[in-house]
């Protein structure tokens, strides 16, 4: 039986978390023991995101072949099952570099290449691939709709639409219904002309899922059904949540599922929500608290580390503990560890992640020191990893000047370099280590504590590496090298032994982690975070009783 298609798409304002609504849609379809799969498509002319500042597109996401895509993908991978890939993400530009390939081929027998049908042609052509091998495929349309940019898409799936039929195919739109506090009401005028512009293009939009601060009144779901020309339970109340694990369950609340499966004529086992209403439930109610420092350089957006949080979470909801998580400028601890202990003195763990550029380096350098000098539990991701090294060749070896050659050329003591294959390469786009890899785990490590395993695959991304020319130096001194590419070349994990929690990674983890399935890294991390801080507040109140119980000297006041 071939696959049904539902078609995301969004108005009036991006943001409005299409998304995050995708995903929950399968989640619940999954919920019901049907199999999805989710794409997106992204309007913008780069080939990928690449290339893109963090601050414009938010994290870069790794899938497992070495794609580096759209950060809603991992929306995807943490809400469901779906296998993603290169495939699972096209940007115009991909697609116009792939059209202009096949016309430069010959491919097109000299006709004219032009929007329709040839660009509108790939588009279908993509979708249909992600479609293979389940019951439903999810397509996400970037942008909002009335953006030039997204018009070949709309009229893509305009044409699967008459393609496919109506009992194949599913539009959902995303819509905004803002409250306007001077008048003290919900305004639906908004959806009304998102709507208007979806219809001018030839799509009537079957469910709408209205985003808002509260739940909609029956009166305003029936005024937007009649001016959108939908039915009243199709008007779904989107409402914000406190944590972005309640979307599913509030969709199920609205009975998105089972209008879902009633228009596309499916049957499906009942649904059981049962692990996320768990997972919700460890939100609301959580047993104790852990305070997380990330010390970075684009702390001040948050989508820059989208995983890398979410990832947190997990590892926190396994503990049934509430997550404190404060974002902290590297740069900001430059001025060194008196900064350092006046700023990081009151969190239970400190991690540094990935990221590219020499800007807030001392920053981090000096934070690691902080953590490994007063025993903090530290985890360090990618860029995390190398700095932890190069602070342990320069304050524990005494390598002075010791650093990356991304950071300084000249650098005495290169202990972090560019990758071998790619000495001579400039360009960016493309040209790292990505994908997953697999690396080998020392026994009687952190490490294989950690994953109980000697063998396991995680998604770098990443265009320097350890130089294990320093690998006898660092080692001697303490350093523990505890993972490894299988051939050697790679240096993925290392450690600190006699420390109580000091690892880093390569690697990014956090694109493996789902709120169902947290990452051992991160469980453990936090766990161990937890513990650190426990005893150091405990401590604290010893030593605040001790001097209230103090007895005075004669003579003192």
């Known amino acids: 039986m071939s696959a049904k298609y539902i078609f995301v798409t969004g108005g009036v304002v991006s943001s409005l978390g299409k998304g995050l609504a995708a995903a929950s849609i399968g989640c619940l379809l999954e919920s019901r023991g049907l199999k999805v799969n989710i794409m997106k498509f992204d309007p913008y002319l780069n080939v990928d995101p690449g290339t893109m500042s963090p601050f414009q597109h938010g994290e870069v996401f790794v899938t497992d072949d070495g794609a580096e ?3 809603d993908l991992g929306h995807y991978e943490r809400f469901t099952h779906a296998k993603l890939s290169r495939d699972n993400n096209w940007t115009t530009g991909r697609l116009y570099e792939q059209i202009i390939a096949k016309e430069r081929r010959g491919d097109y027998l000299g006709k004219t290449v032009q929007v329709i049908p040839h ?11 992600v479609a293979q091998d389940v019951d439903v495929a ?6 909002t709709v009335g953006d030039i940019e997204s018009l070949p898409f709309m009229e893509a799936i305009r044409q699967m639409r008459q393609e496919q039929g109506r009992d194949h195919t599913l539009f959902v739109h995303v819509t905004l219904v803002p409250f306007i506090a001077a008048a003290q009401e919900l305004k639906t005028k908004p959806t009304q ?3 208007k512009e979806l219809l001018s293009i030839g799509i009537q939009p079957d469910i709408l899922l209205c985003r808002t601060d509260r739940f909609l009144s029956k009166e305003i779901k029936n005024k937007i059904a009649l001016f959108c020309n939908v039915a009243e339970e199709a008007v779904i109340t989107a409402k914000d949540v406190a944590s972005v694990y309640e979307v599913p369950l509030v969709f199920a609340t609205e009975n998105v599922d089972t209008l879902v499966l009633k228009s596309l004529r499916m049957e499906a086992k009942d649904r059981d929500l049962s692990k996320w209403e768990d997972i919700v439930h460890r939100v609301y109610n959580p047993k104790g608290e852990v305070t997380i420092a990330i010390v970075g350089k684009y702390v001040e957006y948050e989508d820059s580390y989208k995983s890398l949080k979410e990832a947190l979470v997990h590892g926190s909801l396994a503990h049934n503990l509430k997550l404190h998580l404060n974002w902290v400028e590297a740069e900001g601890l430059e001025a060194g560890q008196q900064a350092c202990a006046e700023q990081l003195a009151e969190y239970d763990g400190i991690l540094v992640p990935g990221g590219f550029g020499k800007r807030g ?9 902080y953590a490994r000098e007063n025993h903090v539990p530290y985890f360090g991701i990618c860029l995390g990893m190398q700095t932890a090294c190069i602070e342990f060749a320069r304050d524990v070896c005494g390598l002075e000047g010791a650093n990356s050659s991304e950071f300084d050329p000249a650098t005495p003591h ?3 370099y560019k990758l071998r ?8 786009g493309g040209t790292m280590r990505l994908g997953a890899w697999t690396c080998k785990i020392e026994p009687d490590t952190l490490a294989h504590r950690i994953y109980g395993e000697t063998e396991i695959s995680e998604r770098h991304r990443h265009r320097y590496e350890f130089n294990r020319e320093y690998e006898e130096t660092l080692t001697a001194a303490g350093l523990r090298i505890s993972g490894s590419s299988p051939d050697g070349t790679y240096v993925e994990m290392v450690e600190i032994p006699d420390h109580p929690h000091f690892i880093g990674c390569q690697f990014h983890p ?6 169902l399935e947290p990452h051992p890294l991160f469980k453990t991390f936090v766990g161990a975070a937890y513990a650190y801080g426990q005893k150091r507040r405990t401590d604290k109140e010893s030593t605040k009783i001790e001097m209230f119980h103090r007895p005075e000297k004669m003579g003192q006041r």
Not at 138 to 143: A, F, N, P, V
Not at 361 to 369: P, V
Not at 510 to 515: N, T, Y
Request: proline share 2%.
């Open 69 to 71: 895509t759209d950060l």
């Open 119 to 129: 660009v509108t042609n790939e588009i279908k052509a993509a979708m249909k691939k």
């Open 138 to 143: 999810l397509i996400e349309i970037g942008g």
């Open 193 to 195: 002309h998102s709507v």
């Open 361 to 369: 380096i001392e920053g981090m350098l000096q934070a690691i020191r």
């Open 414 to 416: 290169r202990v972090i």
């Open 421 to 428: 294959e790619l000495r001579g390469v400039e360009e960016l």
């Open 510 to 515: 956090e694109f493996k982690s789902k709120p």
